[in-house]
């Protein structure tokens, strides 16, 4: 199929211009959208794209993310159909990514009757990945279990970023630089290897410190990277702290009962609440 042939109007450079401009005016739309509609775990599920897309935890694990979402909001408004899908909850808490593991252990919390749930979120208490153990504690604390305290209070407290490698490092963020999950924090210039390996942040937070400078060597297992708490994972600490925390965690939590620009005035107040409800608590 041979396409039209231009009039001698539509000739030259400036129509084509026109032209080009016109189709990055439309891909700079259609290319958001697509991927918004790829991604955004708010757009309604059927029951039939559920099952499907629980199915695809190894191809498009993205998908089976988006349907335990939808799972998690049917849950919370307490319809009984989606315990049909819970064998499939329990089984993807074993999968292999971390990114299913921890969108499982959460949703699990949704249903803090369930014996089976309660059983398997103790389990990954003991997750290698932060993020799983830091959402199966929160969940935790809604069968009202205190089981993941200890990764309760963990949340509120530095976390040291350690390396996988040896070999001279070359820090990439400042003290002050938010750090999201998987952001690059230090690249190390291993000997031997044409590319340096990459250290990502395990959890989000923010940089108090980096542990080496630049041109540093560093040993694996040593830490690089000193962050401070994520202002959204302090307050769900916090939260779970309210329900399952005792009278020693007071202090710990006294720290954020000040707002300032890491501590949200949100977080403040819940920090006030829980220290108020722990008073009268006794300890462990």
């Not at 749930?117 to 205190?146: I, Q, T, Y």
Request: charged letters at 25%; a negative charge.
């Amino acid at each position: 199929m041979t396409e039209p042939a231009l009039s001698a109007s539509e000739k030259g450079p400036g129509k084509r211009a026109t032209i080009v401009m016109s189709l990055v005016a439309v891909l700079c739309i259609l290319i958001p959208l697509l991927f918004w509609h790829g991604t955004w775990f708010g757009r309604a599920l059927t029951d039939e794209q559920i099952s499907e897309y629980l199915g695809d935890n190894h191809d498009q694990p993205r998908r089976t993310q988006h349907a335990l979402v939808q799972i998690s909001e049917r849950m919370s408004r307490g319809e009984a159909s989606v315990k049909e899908w819970y064998p499939q909850l329990l089984s993807l808490a074993d999968h292999s990514l971390p990114e299913l593991r921890l969108t499982v252990a959460w949703v699990m919390g949704q249903d803090n009757q369930n014996e089976q749930f309660h059983d398997k979120l103790r389990e990954l208490l003991r997750d290698a990945n932060p993020m799983v153990r830091r959402n199966a504690a929160l969940s935790l604390s809604r069968f009202g279990d205190a089981a993941g305290r200890t990764e309760l209070l963990a949340m509120l407290q530095p976390h040291t970023i350690t390396a996988g490698t040896g070999g001279v490092i070359s820090n990439r963020l400042q003290q002050g630089d938010v750090a999201d999950r998987g952001t690059l924090l230090v690249r190390v210039e291993v000997e031997g290897e044409p590319e340096p390996a990459e250290i990502r942040s395990e959890v989000p937070g923010v940089v108090r410190k980096q542990l080496k400078s630049d041109g540093d060597a560093v040993q694996p297992g040593e830490g690089v990277t000193l962050l401070g708490p994520d202002p959204g994972h302090a307050f769900e600490a916090l939260r779970g702290l309210y329900l399952v925390g005792v009278r020693d965690d007071i202090e710990t939590i006294r720290p954020f009962l000040m707002p300032s620009e890491n501590n949200p005035a949100h977080v403040a107040e819940q920090a006030r609440l829980t220290i108020e409800k722990l008073s009268g608590n006794s300890g462990p």
